[in-house]
Nanobody
Framework: QVQFVESGGGLVQPGGSLRLSCAAS????????MGWYRQAPGKQRELVAG???????NYVGSVKGRFTISRDNAKNTVHLQMNSLKPEDTAVYYC????????WGQGTQVTVSS
């Protein structure tokens, strides 16, 4: 079973940037798709970005052109570079398998506010 630990969240002003990181344990990391998901208060958790084992990426429309997902299979890590952040990006961000997530970690809080 793969486990995930997210980090890099924080408070940032609108227009700012953050880089989220996810450390994964488990031998199958290199052969599974990975995704970043988020859950805003009062809303359902949604997929933000996914990356396959081969490096193909997929983004939800609201973050296209602003967010970039990447992975380093040698280090069992996946990152989410978030630029031009908006207040509506405020949420708890999670990494997990993509497209079928398993057990969830604690996530990392991202707050975009002036």
């Amino acid at each position: 079973q793969v486990q995930f630990v997210e980090s890099g969240g924080g408070l940032v002003q609108p227009g700012g940037s953050l880089r989220l990181s996810c450390a994964a344990s488990g031998r199958i990391f290199g052969i599974i798709g990975m995704g970043w998901y988020r859950q805003a208060p009062g809303k359902q958790r949604e997929l933000v970005a996914g990356i396959t084992s081969g490096g193909s990426t997929n983004y939800v429309g609201s973050v296209k052109g602003r967010f970039t997902i990447s992975r380093d299979n040698a280090k069992n890590t996946v990152h989410l570079q978030m630029n031009s952040l908006k207040p509506e990006d405020t949420a708890v961000y999670y990494c997990n398998a993509y497209p079928l997530p398993g057990s969830w970690g604690q996530g990392t809080q991202v707050t975009v506010s002036s």
